[in-house]
Structure formats: structure tokens, C-alpha cells
């Protein structure tokens, strides 16, 4: 079975046997006490094994909190399932492994905690909106990390989904599609005529084509400027349509 498709039915059949995922039925699933202690600057969440410990920053927002449990949740998920870490020790070796890893907890994360049918009825309501991001934060009470992976991973086309702030506009979180190849890292900067850029200074949504930092093809851009936030989707070059 793909490793994707494993991932989100792993997490799907986790969010089934633990409701109401409350926090504490998220960690006692996996046989772990949930703790909040405050850790080391860039780290929002730890799981101490030998001591069935997880622990949360408590200073990171509440929604932050929750997905960075799911995403420790699944790592022991995928841990404790043989065929499945197999298979990804078999695709994936060295870093490429970790970044996999990575990848799939928080795919994992995402879908316990925004259902991958409540993400399609709304793009089946609206298409891929970069609005679709605060919007489903907002209504079901998840990180915005959270609309993001799911909405890259459930897209009707291949896209990338973003959330971008700060002065220069850089990007704070992103997700692309199985089939777009390309990262785009965390804290990439944008050209000063970029559509998100403009889009943020001027307060209204722009629709354009426009390169992605480190991306050597154009995309079509939507982005949504939003209380000192961008967001944005792009749509990979031979999905666009005239």
C-alpha cells in the first residue's frame, strides 16, 4: 500500500478509536502522559520514551499545541507498524528519510485532526482559496499548519498552499502536493514585486503568475492578505488552465 494512503488510514482509525480527541485521550491512546513544560527555543513537543512521557511547550498557541501532539502521536503510530516503517526504510534512506518521516507525521497530524471529507466538501464549495485556509482554521479550531497539509494533500491538482508574514515577507509554513517534487523552506524570503508581497501592502488578493523562491517554473498564484498575514496557493505549471 502507498505510504501516504497508509498514513492517513493509520490516523483516520486512530481519530475513530480515541474520540473526543481531546488532548489528553490523543496521548493516553498511545500510552503516553501528557505533560506541559516549557522546552528549548524552536522545539514544540518531545516525546521521552522510557518514561511514557509527551511533552508541550505550553507557551505555543493552543492550536499549535494540538497539532504538534497529533504529530508526535504518529510518529509512534508509524513506529509501532512494521509493514509501514519497513516500506519507508525501503524508499527512503539518510536524510531523505527523516524529511519522509517528517512529511507523513504531519500528514498523519492533519488528518486526525481535520478530516480529509470535510476538507474536500469544501473545495468542492469554493476550489483551492487560499481563504480556505484561515477559514477552516477559524470554523474547526485547527493551526493553520493544519489547512495547509491538508489542503496540498486533498486538492482536486497538484498545488502548494502557504501561509506567509513578517517584514521582509517571509514564508511561515508550507505543503505541496505528492507530485510537486519541489520544498520550499521555511523562512524563504519573496522579490519585492512578488504577488504576495504586493497583495500585503496593499491589502487586496492578487491573482498573477509568479516563481516560488528556489523554483525554476512559473506558477499561477492566488494569495489573500489577512490580519498581517499572506496566504497563498499556487498551482503547478501543467495543471493551469486557460
Do not use: W
Amino acid at each position: 500500500m502507498e505510504l501516504r494512503q497508509r498514513v492517513l488510514e493509520l490516523a483516520r482509525a486512530y481519530r475513530r478509536a480515541q474520540a473526543p480527541l481531546t488532548p489528553q485521550r490523543l496521548a493516553e491512546g498511545v500510552g503516553l502522559r501528557l505533560v506541559y513544560s516549557s522546552l528549548s527555543e524552536g522545539r514544540f513537543g518531545l516525546v521521552l520514551a522510557e518514561k511514557n512521557l509527551v511533552l508541550i511547550d505550553p507557551q505555543s498557541p493552543a492550536r499549535r499545541q494540538r497539532f504538534t501532539l497529533a504529530h508526535e502521536v504518529m510518529h509512534l503510530l508509524i513506529q509501532q507498524d512494521e509493514e509501514l516503517l519497513s516500506a519507508l526504510h525501503e524508499a527512503h534512506a539518510g536524510q531523505g528519510l527523516e524529511r519522509a518521516l517528517e512529511a507523513l507525521c504531519n500528514l498523519g497530524a492533519a488528518e486526525m485532526l481535520l478530516p480529509a471529507e470535510v476538507v474536500r466538501m469544501a473545495l468542492a464549495h469554493q476550489g483551492p482559496h487560499p481563504r480556505l485556509i484561515p477559514q477552516l482554521a477559524e470554523q474547526h479550531q485547527v493551526s493553520e499548519e493544519v489547512v495547509v497539509i491538508a489542503l496540498a494533500e486533498h486538492a482536486p491538482q497538484p498545488i502548494i498552499a502557504l501561509v506567509a508574514g513578517g517584514q521582509p515577507l517571509r514564508v511561515y509554513f508550507s505543503a505541496q502536493h505528492p507530485l510537486i517534487p519541489q520544498r520550499l523552506p521555511r523562512g524563504a524570503g519573496f522579490r519585492r514585486d512578488d504577488p504576495l508581497v504586493v497583495a500585503l501592502e496593499t491589502g487586496l488578493p492578487q491573482r498573477a503568475t509568479a516563481h516560488l523562491p528556489n523554483h525554476p517554473q512559473p506558477y499561477r498564484v492566488e494569495a489573500y492578505p489577512k490580519g498581517g498575514r499572506v496566504y497563498a496557493v499556487y498551482t503547478a505549471p501543467f495543471c493551469q488552465k486557460d
